[in-house]
């Protein structure tokens, strides 16, 4: 994905506007779960889901194509989080082809323990530590994605704070899920 600042406010941009998705009266609505991440964050187990928000027409899973690429971002919430954003898990990437020989470019891997307004874990300036490898990929009919990751999180106090590389814990993981294509 892009590694550098504007891909990574691309990704707060998109939490932001889930985070207002997600807000009690869509969760009422149904959100309905579409894929799950399962992953290890600093030796803890991480369950999270990817979701479709039928009443808003998104999800929180999605995939744009630009010419020969796709960018893909996806999104997993902790359904047993006290609060929607909270333990929010995002991964981004850059994909030229489909199926496992799909070349892949990383972009931002973040990790929200305590949503927006706390804390949170993300890859920059340990871009060079993050694997992406898909095992299936198709974007037709809406599109699944399937694969594994692995990447060194260092923690940020704020948005535009910069991440301290002395606090960095080790995460790695799968996801499998459909996609919805960006409108």
């Known amino acids: 994905m892009i590694k550098n600042k504007k ?9 932001l506007v889930v985070s207002a998705l997600l807000n009690p009266a869509y969760a009422n609505r149904g959100a309905n779960p579409i894929g799950s991440v399962n992953a290890t ?3 803890r187990p991480y369950e999270g889901k990817t979701l479709e928000i039928p009443s808003a027409g998104t999800a929180t899973v999605e ?7 796709t960018l893909i971002s996806l999104q997993a919430h902790d359904p047993q989080a006290k ?3 909270h333990n ?11 199926g496992p020989s799909a070349a892949i470019v990383p972009g931002a891997v973040a990790w929200w323990p305590n949503g ?7 890859n920059e300036g340990k871009e060079a530590d993050t694997r992406i490898q898909i095992t299936a990929l198709s974007l037709d009919g809406g599109g699944q994605v399937e694969g594994h ?15 301290d590389p002395n606090e960095c814990i ?6 499998e899920t459909r996609l919805g294509e960006a409108g």
């Open 83 to 85: 609060k929607a954003m």
């Open 170 to 175: 080790p995460i790695e993981g799968s996801f």
């Open 7 to 15: 891909g990574t406010y691309l990704s707060f941009a998109v939490m």
């Open 88 to 98: 929010v898990l995002s991964i981004e990437m850059t994909v030229t082809g489909e």
């Open 41 to 43: 964050i600093d030796g």
């Open 116 to 122: 927006m307004r706390g804390a949170f874990y993300i």
């Open 149 to 163: 990751f692995a990447a060194t999180l260092c923690r940020k106090d704020s948005m535009f704070a910069a991440a």
């Open 63 to 69: 995939f744009q194509s630009m010419g020969s690429t």
